[in-house]
């Protein structure tokens, strides 16, 4: 599994957006990139995954450039809730060892008033 | 949506007896469960990968003698920590995959562990 480094922390105000770039320049062909999100003693809640190019999802969206060697989930007008730790994750996710998550160090996004 | 739930969400033990949880995939089969670790202020740990009808995949460093682990359905996945000393204090969570969902890997709500 691709390396992932990202910002340890990340402070915002509500109704900003919060982009958070991850980079993984070992990044293999087959290899997608997911992010997810962490509360508090609670387990991971999946966000996004993308391959190439920009996706959306009703929370967030995914910018990967050509390369691939970088990624930068962007948050729309975040609001206190979306305070939590936020994981960057590259695999290939058409294999049977998709689900052993290598998780790195993940992003404190802390978003106050 | 999948949903992965962990029973117990928390517990408090004694030095030397042994704790079981359980993770359980309500509305879907799940083949494949994965177990993790995470210490205060850190990252997800995987532990091992819990598989139907075999024995589990310990990642290296874990102690298999000491974090047993049980897929006794398709549904039900076990980690017994036997023997639990004050360093097992930790958070437990496990993860499972729905087959056409996107790849997507469901975490349960995880199990505090406290052992006094």
């Known amino acids: 599994l691709a390396k992932t480094t990202q910002p340890i922390s990340m402070d915002s105000y509500e109704g900003q957006e919060v982009n958070i770039t991850c980079s993984h320049n070992n990044i293999a062909t087959n290899d997608y990139i997911t992010w997810y999100q962490q509360f508090p003693s609670q387990g991971p809640r999946f966000i996004i995954q993308?391959?190439?190019t920009k996706v959306t999802n009703e929370v967030a969206s995914l910018f990967i450039p050509a390369d691939r060697k970088s990624s930068t989930l962007s948050l729309p007008r975040v609001s206190l809730s979306d305070t939590a730790v936020y994981y960057c994750?590259?695999?290939?996710?058409?294999?049977?060892?998709?689900?052993?998550?290598?998780f790195g160090a993940g992003t404190q996004v802390v978003v106050t008033p | 949506g999948a949903v992965v739930s962990q029973h117990p969400s928390w517990v408090i033990c004694k030095s030397g007896t042994s704790v079981k949880i359980e993770c359980r995939s309500l509305d879907f089969q799940a083949t494949t469960m994965f177990w993790y670790r995470q210490f205060p202020k850190q990252s997800l740990m995987l532990m091992a990968t819990s598989n139907e009808g075999s024995k589990a995949t310990y990642e290296q460093g874990v102690e298999k003698d000491k974090f047993l682990i049980n897929h006794a359905s398709l549904t039900l996945s076990t980690l017994t920590v036997t023997s639990a000393h004050p360093e097992d204090s930790s958070f437990y969570i496990c993860?499972?995959?729905?087959?056409?969902?996107?790849?997507?890997?469901?975490f349960g709500p995880g199990t505090r562990l406290t052992v006094l």
């Open positions: 993308g391959y190439k």
């Open positions: 993860s499972a995959s729905r087959e056409g969902a996107n790849n997507e890997q469901f």
């Open positions: 994750l590259v695999g290939d996710v058409t294999t049977d060892s998709w689900g052993k998550l290598q």
